[in-house]
């Protein structure tokens, strides 16, 4: 019997008694040590692991925070970097403004110079000479070979000057500014027309900036016209045109108080009075020689004469 475990239980029915074997008694106490070890060690593993995850967490939220610095660090550097670019950039705009402003102010000045001298007569006369002798052997057919290739004539029909070349008061601004060109009447998609044969080397056919839809055709011999604040462009970036073409339809776009044509005519980047050309005919053929003197037109002329010799030969 000493390998029997007796249990006995007693009640108000009286007591019974029960045999347990020996081995069974130890499987119950194995068992009973195991699940206490099963959850003392399942204990000490979660406890162990929370400790890590925590270590973990911290360590993770002092990287996150290192990173926050240096994103925040960054971010500072980025917008002290943003801010001198937008101060550089309008540095830039500005100092671009007064390099304009300078620019079209010689111009004016040089202009003036010219008229001036013009008035008084201080002009060298053996240059004038050489004008002279060199319109002289000028023939007819030179003459019109000259007028398809420099812009000459007006750009519209019935039409008038409603604002001059040189220095005016802005009628949007109203400030004191030198006009490059001169302002046309026209009515609204009036045809304009190219004023001597050329390359389209400019289209702006959207309403933007100052001057809205442009054309600008670069003509021979250095010359370019510009015809600005159009309703719509007629022709594109390369194209070939002949005098009488039209490129576009007048209007109102950019800044503009109202429907007109801006006409401009320059000559090795330099600005000149585009009216002189508008009346510029056959008949009045040597006049402009005399009238702008900003252009070489001794040599010019020569070199006209040269190139429409060869190209009838």
Do not use: C, M, Y
């Given at each position: 019997m000493k390998n029997r475990l007796i249990i006995t239980v007693s009640d108000v029915h009286g007591t019974k008694a029960f045999n347990v074997h020996q081995i069974a008694k130890k499987l119950?106490?194995?068992?009973?040590?195991?699940?206490?070890?099963?959850?003392?060690?399942?204990?000490?593993?979660?406890?162990?692991?929370?400790d890590k995850m925590e270590t973990l967490k911290e360590q993770k939220q002092r990287e996150l925070a290192k990173k926050e610095v240096e994103i925040d660090k960054k971010e500072k550097e980025i917008t002290a970097l943003n801010e001198k670019e937008q101060k550089l950039q309008a540095q830039n705009k500005f100092y671009s403004l007064q390099i304009k402003s300078k620019v079209e102010d010689i111009d004016a000045l040089s202009s003036k110079l010219d008229e001036i001298e013009s008035m008084i007569g201080l002009k060298d006369e053996k240059i004038e000479q050489l004008t002279k002798e060199t319109l002289d052997s000028i023939s007819d057919n030179t003459k019109y070979f000259t007028l398809l290739t420099i812009p000459n004539g007006s750009p519209l029909k019935n039409t008038r000057v409603t604002s001059q070349y040189g220095y005016r008061i802005h009628p949007i601004t109203k400030r004191k500014k030198f006009h490059r060109g001169i302002d046309l009447r026209a009515r609204m998609r009036t045809p304009v027309k190219a004023t001597a044969n050329g390359v389209v080397v400019y289209v702006r056919s959207r309403d933007r900036g100052d001057f809205g839809r442009v054309v600008k055709l670069q003509h021979s011999f250095g010359f370019m016209t510009i015809y600005a604040h159009l309703n719509k462009?007629?022709?594109?970036?390369?194209?070939?045109?002949?005098?009488?073409?039209?490129?576009?339809?007048?209007?109102?776009?950019?800044?503009?108080?109202?429907?007109?044509?801006?006409y401009e005519v320059r000559y090795g980047g330099k600005i000149l009075n585009p009216k002189d050309f508008i009346t510029w005919n056959f008949k009045n053929y040597d006049k402009i020689f005399t009238k702008q003197r900003r252009v070489k037109w001794e040599s010019l002329v020569r070199l006209i004469s040269e190139q429409h010799k060869m190209v009838l030969q």
């Open positions: 119950i106490v194995f068992i009973v040590l195991f699940v206490l070890l099963v959850i003392g060690g399942g204990s000490w593993f979660i406890n162990n692991l929370s462009t007629e022709v594109k970036l390369g194209d070939v045109i002949r005098k009488g073409q039209v490129i576009g339809l007048s209007g109102n776009s950019g800044r503009s108080s109202a429907a007109h044509l801006h």
